[in-house]
């Protein structure tokens, strides 16, 4: 009888044995199993941030433009008729071909502050055309450099970034290349303005 009662006895603990091997073994392999995943998905995250940043140098390397968001919610800040946009083309042109960007984001500026200053008029194209006492403000217009130009794509930039309020003019209403200019009409500009600057070919008056 007391074999009876043993036999039972070692059976059980064998089988108490047995349960907490198992239960020990699954939660071995939970760990495992979270560490795999946990090394996987950060593996995938490192790789994705990799291609990211792959991609934007590759982006940069060939030459193509990465705009920030915040450029693409700017708003123009002048809205020109279809004539306007044409006439500060031609005259940006006619007068800065031979500029770098700002020197021409700065006749832009210059034509645009009168087009602001209650001693212009109110319009580009008025303002381009204007004549003082039979003289033409903007000397293109009149030897046939503003209706024969070509506008050329970094005058189309430079004109894009004065309408959208770009201005390192600091205030200039006048400019002259003095080096073309006669002396009587340099004489004006010395004598009447106040010389801001000179940039490039040009020198800035107000």
């Known amino acids: 009888m007391y074999k009876k009662y043993i036999t039972m006895l070692l059976l059980m603990n064998m089988m108490l044995v047995s349960c907490w091997l198992c239960v020990k073994e699954l939660r071995i392999n939970r ?3 979270t560490q795999a995943f946990r090394m996987e998905f950060l593996g995938a995250s490192a790789a994705e941030e990799k291609k990211s940043f792959l991609e934007v140098v590759e982006c940069v390397s060939s030459g193509q433009r990465v705009v920030d968001y915040e450029v693409l919610e700017m708003e123009m800040k002048y ?4 004539q306007d946009y044409d006439t500060l083309l031609r005259i940006v042109e006619a007068e800065a071909g031979g500029e770098d960007a700002d020197g021409k ?11 602001n200053s209650d001693k212009f008029p109110d319009t580009v194209t008025e303002v381009v055309m204007q004549r003082e006492d039979g003289v033409a403000q903007f000397s293109p217009t009149v030897d046939g450099r503003f209706q ?4 050329s794509e970094d005058t189309y930039e430079a004109v894009q970034r004065a309408l959208y309020g770009e201005d390192i003019s600091k205030g200039a ?8 200019a006669d002396s009587g009409k340099m004489q004006w500009f010395d004598q009447k303005l106040t010389k801001l600057f000179s940039y490039g070919n040009h020198e800035f008056f107000f």
């Open 31 to 33: 760990v495992a199993c």
């Open 79 to 82: 809205q020109l008729s279809a």
């Open 105 to 115: 984001l700065l006749v832009a500026n210059v034509v645009l502050n009168r087009v």
């Open 148 to 151: 024969s130009v070509t506008v």
């Open 173 to 180: 209403l006048y400019f002259c290349a003095r080096e073309k």
